[in-house]
Structures are given as structure tokens and as C-alpha cells.
């Protein structure tokens, strides 16, 4: 049944079964709707509805609600009345939580709140024993209730564009079943005590971490996630990062408990609400939570915080991941014989002329196991042997010759003139999937033998290198005016304003065709609604157009030498300064070529700039640099 009835209630409507109220612009559940005992089916997606009154616990028959799109700030603690209901959609609304009855209703199979303020899951949703499917996509949440490992049907899970902490986290980098396992360790969470060396503090923001008291350390990671992980078959654990692990974990448990350090030593908790050291120690120099030398470990103290709190972005922690990728790398490279006339090579016969093509000819015909081998690189017509520097020259000139226009295999970034981006029309080239497979295995080798490249890519390449996903603030490494247009659309009100439909024009060698988005997208109008998805749909196909092959092919390269798992714990941003380097930065040429706008050399704030940058030590440049550019390198 429509929504044409004369007056929803009346007799001709109340033994109903479904009612379909969609884009009404009702404001509130019109009253005789409460009272259609016999309804299966609610869709009142697409109105302005703010509130639903306790009545629709009189829906007692209900199996689908369909409130989506609408202004629903809170739903009543009724609704857990509703136990025949299977499918809840609530999705863009403005719920910032759910109400605590949710766990009531046992024949749930589907819930959707995504696009909402949820901050917190309430712990009784682990009563919903039939729950199949999840969609908290772009919610506020943090972490999951104890109560959700309970959700033993649950098999689809979405939780993009949370600030889930990153023991949660981790589970996501599993695959399609990530779900099954988040929920056995929840279970696992639920049902194992803390180990009795750590403590769960709370920091200034109330985020979540733990104490180990016998290394003196903390950690954003629940120790019971590695005692999880090492219990899994091992097919299974080894998918799971172990990084971070502390030391000694099992056996700590078999020994007495180290002394406790106080709470106050290692950090500014409620405990400690003047932020002062009270272990009796001296207090290191200039720190501004007074933290003693011995036990200073908290996450935001800028001089001494722990780098593992710092989500891998300080220099020590990013030190200490690379040192350990190194160790990591080196026990995969083959065995060597002592003699030097007897070791093995990877052999590049090279005419300078044709480097490009020799070099792939080389590389690839070697199978992954020849392609471990050390590097022997010969230039024809020229003597010389190889002790390493010949093959730094050849990582040197092949990452050149891969962004030779010539082959049509890369192209300059839209931004600046020196970072590449892939070419959409690199199919111009019959062979470019194979020449691609080769860019990834020069990429995987310089990273295996510890060489570095000498060209730039975008900050979007190093993340579909790392598998991550891509945002609308990626397009703006790769075309500014399309980000802007882009973000206008999602911050203003777009109604009677543009006229979009889910589809977007492609051209390809002076031809353009139509791509629809979506299946029908040419038929569906972009609206206040659905621009959300509108944007994100375009932005993914914007930033892989023409060029997910080629990427699936340069992935497969890399990994031919380095598996996904040693690399899943840097950032896009460090995985370029493993591939490129840091280089060298001359802190007076930059300040001679540097073009002042509203300020001058003399300004106050420029000097106190430069002072800054010239207490910095070059690692430290680098990465400043690559914060504001983008890239590691001096324009």
C-alpha cells in the first residue's frame, strides 16, 4: 500500500501489511500509522521526520523499518519491543547513540546506521543473536562494546571512516571475514583478564592505552590482542601484524608480577591532576609534564612521549620500524658462499643505449627466488665490477627512464613538475600491464637490497601501493580545481543549484564517453541526500580512472619481493622515504630561493621559522617538508 490513502488509520488501511511513505515530507510519523498492527513493512525514508514516538512498540508484527535519510536524533527505548523486526535501516540521520533496549531484538538480521554521530555501541547489542550484516560506516566511534563479540552470525561489517583504536584496527587488514575475527577476540577480550604486568590508563582525550610495568613502556595495543593472535592456527596468525609485541609476553605470566611503577611516574592521569613527577627523581630538562628521567612515557609530551603513541609518525618510531624491516628483509635474502667468485648474481647486461628495455628483458625473466639474488650489474663496452656502485647507478637511471614520457607510463602530477602520477592512457603501450609488473619489481628491489630511486611519486601511488584506501583529500595531490568543486559540493546546499546525475565523461583519445558511477547511475539524480555518496563514488573513480589494472600490476610486482605484511605498518607518506630517501637539504639555498607573499625576510615570524629549521636535523627537514609539499623533495 501507497502512501494515496485519504487518512493513514482508517478502516481501509489497518489491516495493511506494508506502507510506503517515502518522500512525503512528513515531519513526524502521522499517529494512525502506531495503529496498523498487522504491518510487515515501514518505509518512511527520504522525509524530515525528528522523532518517533514510544508508540511503535504497537508495530509488534514489524519485520522491516526503513527510516533512512530523515532527522532523527534519538530513538525511543521502546523499539526493543519490536522482536519480529529483521531489518533496521537508519542510515543519515542524526543519531548520537543507540538506545540500550537494541539488544531485544533477537530476529534482527540487518542493521544500518551509517552516516550518523554514533559515538558508542551500547553493550547489550550482543543480545541481537541473529545479526548477519552491520553498517556503521562514517559514525564517531572509538572502540566496540565487549557485548558485540557475541554477534556470532555476524558475517558483514562495515566500520570505514571511524577512529576505531588501533587494536580494533588491525583486524581490518585481514580481509572479507575481518568480522569473524574481531568478534572472537572481543569474546577473548571478554572472557581474559589483563596480564597483571599492564594497566589501562585513559590519556587527555580519553583515549584508550596500556601500561607495561616491567619495560617501563605503554602501548595503544591491548597486550591480549598478541596472546589472541599467537592462539590462532597458523595459517590464520600469520595475516596478523605482531608489531609492537612486547617482549617476554607469555613468559611474564608464568613469572611474579615486576614492581609497580605509580600511576603519576608514567603519566598525567586523574590520579595526577597537577601533572608533577612524584617518583622522587630529578625531572628531565624543559619537559613540560614533569615527568621524571626514569618513567617519562606520556603520549603527549612533545620531547619525551612514547613513539609508539604517536601513531607512527615521530622519527624514533619510524627508526625503529625501518631498522626492524631491514632485519626482516635481510633473513628472506638467499644464503651466500663466503667466496665472492662464488656467490650467486642477478646478472643485468646493459647497453646504455637501450637501458630501459635491457633492464626489463633481465629483470623480468628472473623468477621471484633468482630475482633475491644481489645485483650484478654490467655496462656494455665499459670495464668495471660491481662492489655496489654500479648498481646504485642502475636504480638511479632506471627510476628515470620508467618516467620517460616516451613509454607513456607515467605522466606529471597536475601540481608540480616533479612527482608522477600513472598515465590513463598508458594502453597506447600494447605491453604496459607488463612493463608496469617491472616498475613494481625495481620497486621491490631497491626497497629488498636496501638501494633507493631517484623519482617522486604521488602520495596516492604509495597508498594503493600499501593497499589503503583513498579519500577526497588524496584528489588534491592530483587535481586541485576538481577537489575544490568537489568539496563545495559536500559543504553547501546543493538543492535547485546543480544539475549531476551519478556519472562522469571520460576522454580517451579525443572520443568521450559516459561512465556511470553506479548501475543506472544515469538515471539518478545527485540531490542533498545522496551527494555524499556521489562524492565518494567519483572521488575512488577519479583517483583510480584508467589505471587499476596498471596499479594491480605494479602491487604484483612489488610483492614478487616484498610481502604485504612487512610493509602494512608504514604510512604512505614513510614508504616513500624508504623508496626515495632523504636527501641532503641546503638550509641556505632554501632560504635564498624562497618567495616571501604578505611577509618579508626581516618579519618576526619568518626568523623565528628559520631558526627553527636550522636546529633540525636533515631527517627532521625532510619531514617537514613532506608535510607541507607532499613530498620529501625540495622543489
Known amino acids: 500500500m501507497g502512501g494515496s490513502c485519504c487518512k493513514i488509520g482508517c478502516a481501509s488501511c489497518v489491516d495493511a501489511m506494508q506502507l510506503d511513505l517515502f518522500q512525503q515530507g512528513l515531519s513526524e510519523i502521522p499517529h494512525g500509522?502506531?495503529?496498523?498492527?498487522?504491518?510487515?513493512?515501514?518505509?518512511?525514508?527520504?522525509?524530515?521526520?525528528?522523532?518517533?514516538?514510544?508508540?511503535?512498540?504497537?508495530?509488534?508484527?514489524l519485520q522491516t523499518l526503513l527510516l533512512w535519510c530523515n532527522e532523527i536524533p534519538r530513538l525511543p527505548q521502546e523499539l526493543g519491543r519490536l522482536t519480529q523486526l529483521r531489518r533496521l535501516d537508519l542510515s543519515k540521520n542524526r543519531l548520537d547513540r543507540l538506545p540500550a533496549t537494541i539488544g531485544n531484538l533477537v530476529s534482527l538480521e540487518n542493521l544500518d546506521v551509517s552516516f550518523n554521530q554514533i559515538t558508542e555501541i551500547p553493550a547489550s547489542?550482543?543480545?541481537?543473536?541473529?545479526?548477519?550484516e552491520v553498517n556503521m560506516k562514517r559514525n564517531a566511534l572509538t572502540d566496540l562494546p565487549e557485548g558485540f563479540g557475541d554477534l556470532v552470525q555476524l558475517t558483514e561489517l562495515n566500520l570505514e571512516q571511524n577512529n576505531i583504536n588501533p587494536t580494533l584496527a588491525r583486524f581490518f587488514d585481514f580481509g572479507d571475514r575481518y568480522c569473524v575475527h574481531l568478534c572472537a577476540f572481543l569474546r577473548f577480550k571478554k572472557a581474559t583478564r589483563l596480564p597483571?604486568?599492564?594497566?589501562?590508563r585513559q590519556d587527555r582525550q580519553a583515549r584508550v592505552y596500556y601500561a607495561d610495568h616491567e619495560t617501563q613502556s605503554t602501548s595503544w595495543i591491548d597486550p591480549r590482542y598478541f596472546i589472541f593472535v599467537r592462539n590462532l592456527p597458523f595459517q590464520e596468525r600469520r595475516k596478523f601484524s605482531l608489531n609492537g609485541e612486547p617482549s617476554n609476553l607469555f613468559a611474564s605470566e608464568e613469572r611474579a608480577p615486576a614492581p609497580v611503577v605509580p600511576a603519576s611516574a608514567t603519566s598525567v592521569t586523574a590520579s595526577s591532576p597537577d601533572g608533577v613527577c612524584h617518583c622522587g627523581g630529578p625531572t628531565k630538562r624543559a619537559c613540560p609534564y614533569h615527568l621524571c628521567a626514569k618513567c617519562c612515557r606520556h603520549v603527549d609530551c612533545p620531547l619525551h612521549g612514547n613513539p609508539d603513541l604517536m601513531g607512527g609518525a615521530s622519527l624514533r618510531s619510524f627508526t625503529t620500524r625501518t631498522e626492524a624491516l631491514r632485519q626482516q628483509l635481510k633473513a628472506l635474502h638467499l644464503p651466500e658462499p663466503e667466496t665472492w667468485k662464488d656467490k650467486p648474481r642477478l646478472r643485468l647486461s646493459l647497453k646504455r643505449t637501450e637501458l630501459f628495455e635491457n633492464s626489463f628483458r633481465d629483470v623480468m625473466r628472473a623468477n621471484t627466488e633468482r630475482l633475491k639474488l644481489r645485483l650484478q650489474v654490467i655496462f656494455q663496452g665499459e670495464e668495471g665490477l660491481d662492489y655496489g656502485g654500479l648498481t646504485r647507478e642502475w636504480f638511479t637511471l632506471v627510476s628515470k627512464e620508467i618516467t620517460n614520457p616516451n613509454y607513456a607510463l607515467f605522466t606529471v602530477s597536475q601540481v608540480d613538475d616533479y612527482t608522477f602520477r600513472i598515465n590513463p592512457l598508458s594502453s597506447i603501450n600494447p605491453e604496459h600491464l607488463q612493463y608496469f609488473r617491472f616498475v613494481g619489481r625495481?620497486?621491490?628491489?631497491a626497497l629488498f637490497d636496501g638501494f633507493f630511486i631517484s623519482c617522486y611519486f604521488t602520495p596516492v601511488f604509495y597508498k594503493r601501493l600499501l593497499g589503503l584506501p583513498v579519500s577526497l583529500t588524496d584528489m588534491e595531490a592530483i587535481d586541485p580545481e576538481y577537489y575544490r568543486s568537489l568539496k563545495w559540493i559536500l559543504e553547501n546546499d546543493?538543492?535547485?543549484?546543480?544539475?549531476?546525475?551519478?556519472?562522469t565523461e571520460l576522454e580517451e583519445f579525443g572520443t568521450t564517453r559516459v561512465i556511470e558511477l553506479k548501475?543506472?547511475?544515469?538515471?539518478?539524480?545527485?540531490?542533498?541526500?545522496?551527494?555524499?555518496?556521489?562524492?565518494?563514488?567519483?572521488?575512488?573513480?577519479?583517483?583510480?580512472r584508467g589505471t587499476r589494472e596498471q596499479m594491480d600490476a605494479i602491487v604484483r610486482g612489488f610483492h614478487d619481493l616484498i610481502p604485504h605484511d612487512l610493509v602494512r605498518s608504514f604510512n604512505s607518506a614513510e614508504l616513500e622515504l624508504l623508496l626515495c630517501g632523504v636527501h641532503s637539504i641546503d638550509v641556505q639555498d632554501w632560504k635564498a630561493n624562497t618567495e616571501y607573499r604578505y611577509y618579508t625576510p626581516s618579519t618576526p615570524a619568518v626568523q623565528f621559522f628559520w631558526q627553527a629549521v636550522e636546529r633540525m636535523t636533515n631527517d627532521q627537514r625532510a619531514k617537514m617538508v613532506q608535510f607541507v609539499t607532499g613530498t620529501s623533495k625540495i622543489p
Open 519 to 544: 548501475p543506472d547511475g544515469a538515471q539518478i539524480p545527485v540531490t542533498e541526500e545522496n551527494k555524499a555518496e556521489y562524492v565518494d563514488l567519483l572521488t575512488d573513480h577519479l583517483l583510480s
Open 33 to 61: 500509522v502506531y495503529k496498523i498492527k498487522s504491518l510487515r513493512l515501514l518505509a518512511l525514508g527520504a522525509n524530515k521526520i525528528s522523532e518517533v514516538s514510544p508508540d511503535i512498540q504497537n508495530l509488534h508484527n
Open 494 to 503: 546543493i538543492t535547485d543549484t546543480v544539475e549531476l546525475a551519478f556519472t
Open 196 to 200: 597483571a604486568r599492564f594497566e589501562q
Open 125 to 132: 547489542i550482543g543480545g541481537c543473536k541473529n545479526l548477519r
Open 442 to 445: 625495481v620497486l621491490g628491489k
